[in-house]
């Protein structure tokens, strides 16, 4: 490493400054500044002059209680996606460790083939699996003409069975790769002592892949938080009377649908800093590690 | 860092902050009045849209050739993304139309938002205003200002597969009750057919059912709106209207996402043997596979014989505000709702007229539209002119306590309740 | 490499293959049904006994999408746009990873956990002043209003897993470098650049995928001027919720697909080495 003080690193580092302060830091400003304000459509065409209200915007949101079953919804929601996600990621991880060269390659294959699929045409996809009419999974099944995007827990069911195919893929990969890069002799001393599969991930890979299952967990937690195209185009734009929602389409329902554009945008302030929560565990538990940054 | 300074830089933050405002787009009347150009033009776009596209395109090209240098571009926008791309125009001038069609519900809203041009003054001077009916010039009137030309008006009444009522010896039913018993009937009979199609995001299919009952949306009281949809007169025609979302009618798994357009594509699919359209439907259920078996009557109200009050509905052409062709953009708006143009209109897609001797005449010819200029006699309703309806529609208050209820997440008293407090919310938050 | 097998028993390998097989084709299978439906005539798609199979395929569907007006036209515009991101937010991180990494200066923690932080946003919420910024720079309605904010939002994961792969680079070689005589830049693109090529492959993908999957941006900017629209927003014509063309969202769909599965299968052996190093930190 260089230790010259010189300004090559801002000359690098410009390219990247310049695009991300205005068009990432400089929004994000003005998403602060919009929550502070009267700002709906009126304001926006110029019908009206924009007003400042303080945390109005904020009193509003947090004394609705759709506010609040919204947040729990998407908590309760990416809580559980990131778990299932974890474990299949995991659990075929380990069993691609445990196959030949051809097994191996045609499950990653498929894998990837999940992980490649963009977000809309997965949606799409798994809505006609599980339409009640013309769909395969009702027959297979036998359940008739049984609606999946009906009931309020079916639909987010439905929801996190896409997000969870199109999200496994990262963690099986991620992982597997990390499994690779242990070292054999400490899992042929495992074996030899009779340690079962479980024995073995449980005590050995799992402490060693700590890194690994870190980064791999975070990321889930921080996508599966923001999800918003699978549930807006699987449920509709939020399901019957709005039982589906998410932060991030509720956000976008407050804004664009209803125009109360600094309704939603105190909505996105709020989850930015849940999010930002949620990053600095990510970076205390980087620092314990002993990570140098 | 002293404390001083520490206040200081507090101080300069709170001032820039309350000192920049978040930008808004200026959608003050541009000065420009260009006389040849381009002219863009949305239209909405229908169930079955060629024959409107046909009509419009006539008018286009006698527009052209009067004014020479002058083009007309046209698009057809979807319905349920008006909303959005309507806000979009308003927000970036440069890509909006000079010339929009939009719902009658929506003229206040957009009034509101600065986005409509006041004609006032061309439209008096136009020769063929004076014979406009008068609910539809009040469809585009805010405080005495007009903001737009009449379109057409539409009525919804009640549709019904002559076939089917042949088959099973029914009469075309006279009360709300009898509507009932009648499309339970035919579910019961013929088990693949709804009885009658009713759709859970279907607004202006279910007021009927609270206007009948004596329920009313809002009342006005000084210069603003009190919602009445929670008052037990409401209450009575929500449960009437939510309680054909039965297995017995019309499943609520399949019934309750429904809109307006939806019912209408499953009557015309022959998939139904009643449903709630309007006289602008008539074109698409003729294009489908009920063409000769069906036939309209007035939708009943509660007593016998009488005529539940229909929403008036309608769409109504105007000039964006930020139009740089002030001058031919009102001259279009005037050829495409003229008295001609509305007469082709309603040859190619059913639309009502809304110039009384012109509606009169059409009625005349096509018997088609007896039952529809019925409704319009017995009294029609229309939604509260305030500004706040605009929010109200778009962020789906009556949709969705409608659908609380078919799901039976809430009462009809609680999910009323509810609706009630936010209608009053926008009411009292748009003055 | 790790030598597991050794120690698995056949029959439990077997087993373990077997599995593997099985959840590979229940993985495949909603691609395969996407294929398929794209394939089927209108009257196999709709009926009430879906078959696995089709004995008469038809390009109907495609046809249609195509017939759509100006689909060729989002196709291209989704390549198009994808393409730019890739390649410049490729370049840009590339620059940023290395200064990050290996260079020492003030603000450098700093601007590391800025990065990471970046990434927590919930990009959506920034599309309406984004909207504001885009017409202010005059590129509502073009292509450019879709690729500027991509670009922004790819930079910041991208950066943190090109980290280790840049750090991976010994210093030893750079100070041979440097005694050969290679200026610093030279250092930069003619050896460091190669060989962290791999992981660039890596991040590229996150960025294509990510720009090809938007549709919220392409409706929100993209008004007047729809020949400049993405495929997203033409998949979601043929979507409409209750009465769905399924034939031809299933072909769109297709259309849609193949160009990241072609993406993905020829970066695949790169993507594994890559992800695990950037990992391996």
Same mark, same amino acid.
């Given at each position: 490493m260089r230790t010259r003080t010189t300004w090559t690193p801002w000359l690098y580092l410009a390219p990247a400054l310049v695009v991300l302060g205005g068009l990432l830091v400089y929004p994000i400003y003005q998403l602060g500044l919009i929550s502070f304000f009267q700002y709906t459509q009126a304001q926006v065409s110029g019908g009206e002059p924009t007003t400042f209200k303080g945390f109005g915007n904020y009193a509003e949101l947090f004394s609705d209680s759709q506010f609040w079953q919204v947040l729990l919804s998407t908590a309760l929601f990416a809580g559980a996606c990131v778990v299932s996600t974890l474990a299949v990621g995991c659990a075929l991880a380990v069993l691609l460790t445990r196959v030949r060269a051809l097994p191996r390659l045609v499950l990653m294959l498929a894998a990837l083939g999940a992980w490649a699929t963009p977000a809309v045409t997965g949606s799409t996809v798994w809505l006609l699996l599980f339409d009640p009419d013309f769909g395969p999974v009702n027959r297979i099944l036998g359940l008739g003409d049984h609606s999946w995007t009906y009931g309020r827990l079916s639909a987010f069911f439905l929801v996190l069975l896409e997000v969870v195919w199109c999200s496994f893929p990262f963690v099986m990969v991620t992982v597997y790769a990390g499994i690779r890069a242990v070292p054999s002799e400490v899992l042929e001393a495992a074996a030899l002592d009779g340690a079962s599969q479980w024995r073995i991930w449980r005590s050995i890979l799992t402490p060693m892949? @700590?890194?690994?299952?870190?980064?791999?967990?975070? +990321?889930?937690?921080?996508?599966?938080?923001?999800? *918003?195209? +699978?549930?807006?185009?699987?449920?509709?734009?939020?399901?019957?009377?709005?039982?589906?929602?998410?932060?991030?389409?509720?956000?976008?329902?407050?804004?664009?649908?209803?125009s109360k554009y600094s309704l939603g945008s105190a909505i996105g302030v709020v989850m930015l800093l849940m999010l930002l929560a949620v990053t600095l565990v990510y970076l205390r538990l980087l620092r314990r590690q002993g990570e140098e940054l | 860092m002293k404390l001083a300074p520490r206040f200081a830089l507090l101080l300069a933050t709170a001032a820039v902050v309350a000192g920049c405002a978040p930008q808004t787009s200026d959608n003050s009347s541009s000065d420009k009045d260009d006389q040849s150009g381009t002219l863009r033009v949305w239209l909405f776009q229908e169930v079955g849209n060629d024959p409107k596209a046909k009509v419009v395109d006539s008018v286009v090209t006698a527009?052209?050739?009067?004014?020479?240098?002058?083009?007309?571009?046209?698009?057809?926008?979807?319905?349920?993304? @008006?909303? +959005? /791309?309507?806000?979009?125009?308003?927000?970036?001038?440069?890509? &909006?139309?000079?010339?929009?069609?939009?719902?009658?519900?929506?003229?206040?809203?957009?009034?509101?938002?600065?986005?409509?041009?006041?004609?006032?003054?061309?439209?008096?001077?136009?020769?063929? &205003?004076?014979d406009t009916d008068p609910t539809a010039k009040k469809s585009v009137t805010v405080d005495g200002k007009q903001y737009g030309s009449p379109f057409y008006v539409g009525v919804r009444a009640l549709y019904y597969r002559t076939d089917v009522f042949k088959d099973l010896g029914l009469q075309p039913p006279k009360t709300m009750a009898e509507l009932a018993s009648t499309a339970r009937k035919i579910h019961k009979a013929k088990s693949d057919l709804y009885g009658l199609v009713v759709g859970g995001a279907y607004t202006y299919g279910a007021m009927p059912f609270v206007w009948a009952n004596g329920g009313e949306l809002a009342t006005a009281q000084g210069g603003s709106y009190t919602s009445g949809i929670d008052s037990a007169a409401a209450q009575k025609g929500i449960k009437a209207y939510t309680s054909l979302f039965t297995s017995d009618n019309c499943p609520a798994a399949k019934c309750a996402v429904m809109g307006g357009n939806d019912t209408i594509t499953a009557f015309a699919a022959g998939k139904a043997g009643m449903a709630i359209g309007g006289d602008f439907s008539h074109s698409a259920v003729e294009a489908g596979k009920v063409k000769g078996k069906y036939a309209v009557v007035p939708l009943p109200g509660v007593a016998s014989g009488s005529v539940a009050p229909a929403f008036a509905g309608g769409n109504n052409i105007g000039v964006l505000k930020s139009t740089s062709h002030r001058t031919l953009a009102v001259d279009l708006m005037e050829q495409l709702t003229s008295k001609a143009t509305q007469a082709s209109m309603f040859d190619a897609m059913g639309f009502l007229p809304t110039f009384t001797d012109v509606r009169d005449a059409a009625a005349a010819k096509v018997p088609f539209e007896k039952p529809f200029v019925e409704t319009l006699a017995a009294g029609t309703k229309f939604v509260p002119a305030s500004p706040g309806w605009s929010e109200i529609d778009s962020s789906l208050v009556l949709p969705t306590m409608l659908q609380e209820v078919i799901s039976g997440k809430k009462s009809v008293a609680a999910a009323s309740g509810d609706a009630a407090k936010k209608m009053n919310s926008a009411f009292s938050s748009a003055g | 490499m790790s030598t597991l097998r050794g120690f698995v028993r056949r029959p439990w390998r077997l087993a373990a293959e077997a599995s593997a097989l099985l959840i590979a084709v229940v993985v495949a299978f909603p691609l395969y049904w996407m294929v398929l439906s794209a394939f089927k005539p209108a009257g196999e798609i709709e009926s009430s006994e879906p078959r696995p199979w089709t004995l008469e395929p038809s390009l109907d569907? =495609? /046809? /249609?999408?195509?017939?759509?007006?100006?689909?060729? @036209?989002?196709?291209?515009?989704? #390549?198009?746009? &994808?393409?730019?991101?890739?390649?410049?937010?490729?370049?840009? &991180? *590339?620059?940023?990873?290395?200064?990050?990494?290996? =260079? @020492?200066?003030?603000?450098?923690?700093?601007?590391?956990?800025?990065?990471?932080?970046?990434?927590?946003?919930?990009?959506?919420? #920034?599309?309406?002043? #984004?909207? =504001?910024?885009? /017409?202010?720079?005059?590129?509502?309605?073009?292509?450019?209003?879709?690729? #500027?904010?991509?670009?922004?939002?790819?930079?910041?994961?991208a950066i943190w897993m090109l980290r280790g792969f840049v750090k991976a680079v010994p210093d030893a070689l750079e100070e041979a470098a440097y005694i050969d005589g290679a200026s610093r830049t030279r250092f930069l693109w003619q050896i460091l650049f190669p060989l962290v090529f791999p992981g660039l492959v890596a991040t590229s993908v996150f960025s294509f995928i990510s720009a090809w999957n938007d549709f919220l941006f392409a409706k929100s900017f993209i008004i007047s001027d729809t020949s400049q629209s993405t495929l997203p927003m033409a998949l979601l014509v043929f979507y409409k919720p209750d009465d769905p063309d399924w034939g031809g969202v299933m072909a769109a769909s297709t259309v849609m697909t193949i160009p990241v599965l072609v993406f993905f299968v020829l970066v695949q052996r790169r993507l594994v080495s890559g992800l695990g190093g950037a990992v391996k930190d």
């Open positions: 892949l @700590r890194p690994i299952l870190t980064v791999v967990t975070i +990321q889930s937690v921080i996508w599966d938080f923001k999800v *918003f195209t +699978q549930i807006y185009v699987m449920t509709n734009g939020g399901g019957i009377a709005g039982q589906n929602l998410v932060l991030n389409v509720y956000a976008y329902q407050q804004a664009f649908a209803s | 527009f052209e050739k009067a004014h020479k240098g002058t083009k007309v571009d046209v698009e057809y926008i979807p319905i349920d993304t @008006r909303a +959005q /791309r309507v806000k979009a125009a308003f927000n970036d001038p440069k890509s &909006a139309p000079d010339v929009m069609e939009y719902g009658n519900t929506d003229t206040a809203g957009y009034v509101k938002d600065g986005g409509l041009l006041d004609v006032t003054k061309e439209f008096g001077a136009w020769s063929e &205003a004076k | 569907s =495609f /046809r /249609r999408v195509f017939g759509q007006q100006e689909f060729g @036209r989002y196709f291209v515009n989704s #390549l198009a746009v &994808a393409g730019t991101v890739v390649i410049v937010s490729a370049l840009i &991180a *590339f620059l940023a990873a290395t200064a990050v990494t290996r =260079f @020492r200066f003030r603000f450098r923690t700093t601007l590391l956990i800025m990065f990471l932080v970046a990434q927590m946003v919930p990009v959506e919420a #920034l599309t309406i002043p #984004l909207f =504001f910024t885009m /017409r202010g720079l005059g590129l509502l309605n073009t292509l450019g209003s879709l690729i #500027l904010p991509q670009i922004a939002f790819s930079l910041p994961f």
